[in-house]
């Protein structure tokens, strides 16, 4: 599986989101009760899709099922102006019951079709976490080799072995360590001394 860059940015902050709404400050696990809530908001939430889209996206977490992985894969890896519309993968994810009058709403927006493709390619990438923390390391172990391209270009545009995943690398949904690392790393990223 190749990630692209737009997606491997938005995975991180997908993650950050999910990761800020699964705990209260005592530390219990409040994920469902945040997610409910913000699933009620959605008519306001859906004027942030195009600035900040793993903020909406979340409400549609586990909403999808993946009846056609390989179709998924294949937007992972397109730039965002290359990016399908939900009409153009409805045969590849089905959604979940209860997502559907939220899809509805999300469709009614100018570009709520485009989005609905973002919001089921950020939680295919969140159910396949080992797959994504492999491509998103080795951009980051990469990123100062990307920037050396000829011409100005960037090298990621050129490396077809470059965030290139087997099926081998799948893995079954994140438990509560790989979240815990996976918001380490995030978090180690971003500037900030790591949790022991």
Do not use: C
Not at 5 to 21: G, I, K, T
Not at 119 to 136: D, N, Q, T
């Amino acid at each position: 599986m190749k990630i692209s860059p737009y997606f491997h940015d938005l995975r991180s902050a997908y993650q950050a989101e999910l990761d800020d709404l699964l705990s209260d400050s005592e530390g219990k696990d409040v994920l469902r009760k945040r997610l409910a809530e913000k699933r009620n908001e959605i008519a306001f939430l859906v004027q942030m899709m195009e600035l900040a889209p793993e903020m909406v996206a979340v409400v549609f977490h586990h909403g999808f099922r993946f009846t056609k992985p390989a179709a998924i894969e294949r937007v992972l890896g397109l730039p965002v102006d290359g990016l399908p519309d939900w009409q153009e993968i409805a045969h590849a994810v089905a959604l979940e019951p209860w997502a559907q009058s939220l899809a509805q709403t999300v469709l009614r927006e100018p570009q709520g079709a485009r989005f609905m493709t973002v919001a089921a390619g950020l939680e295919y990438l969140h159910m396949h976490a080992r797959m994504a923390a492999h491509a998103a390391s080795a951009l980051h172990a990469d990123g100062d080799h990307a920037q050396e391209g000829a011409d100005g270009e960037d090298a990621l545009e050129h490396d077809d072995d470059f965030n290139t995943l087997s099926a081998d690398d799948a893995t079954e949904p994140s438990n509560s360590r790989t979240r815990d690392e996976a918001s380490s790393n995030w978090l180690a990223d971003a500037g900030f001394d790591r949790k022991d």
